[in-house]
């Protein structure tokens, strides 16, 4: 359980750092923006299904699943995502400024605006580092079963914040990582 603890909490930092070197050396390379095109010029039909999984990084989740946590009986893991939640949405806000970096609409033109989006600055994605916290959290007291629907509500929620014109792709790529450290560092409830 160490161990994997320790090589999430790496990887989650060398994503993030990663992220962080690119937001940070002011251009846009051509691989990102053409991953951000093809993402954020996917179809209106699939909208709504997006737009409601992409809910899952909001900050009201977080209470919303520690409540459900309580109300089955798991108090240590309500504990764990109120905690793992909160830290993940705060850090990403604390975290905008390292990045420096606007949103897609500031960098590049003709992006697809899909919903209101708050904030000037879209690096680091808050809704992927919650809901990767949130997911990854989960993921140990949860079935080994329920670990698909989780991978695919966090990679809905990073594709979502693409397609709505919130963030680009090493935003995205950022707050997986910001969740990936975070969810490692926060105590295993079964202690």
Known sequence: MVSLRLSRFALGAGLFLVSLAEARRGGLPDYEERVFRTVNGASDRIRVPVRAIMQAGTFATVPAVSALALVAGRRRLAASL?????????????????????????????????????????????????????????????????RPLL?????????????????????????????????????????
């Not at 979502?160 to 490692?184: D, E, K, Q």
């Open 82 to 146: 109120a905690v793992g939640g909160t830290i993940a949405w705060v850090g990403a806000k604390l975290a905008k400024p390292f990045g420096g970096r606007a949103r897609p609409q500031g960098v590049l033109p003709h992006v697809t605006i899909r919903e209101g989006v708050e904030g000037d600055l879209g690096w680091v994605s808050g809704h992927t580092a919650v809901a990767t916290t949130l997911a990854l959290v989960a993921a140990e007291e949860l079935p080994a079963t329920a």
């Open 151 to 191: 991978a695919g509500i966090v990679g809905t929620v990073g594709f979502g914040r693409m397609y709505v014109g919130a963030h680009l792709p090493h935003g995205v790529v950022g707050g997986a990582g910001l969740g990936m450290m975070i969810s490692a560092v926060i105590p295993p409830t079964d202690v």
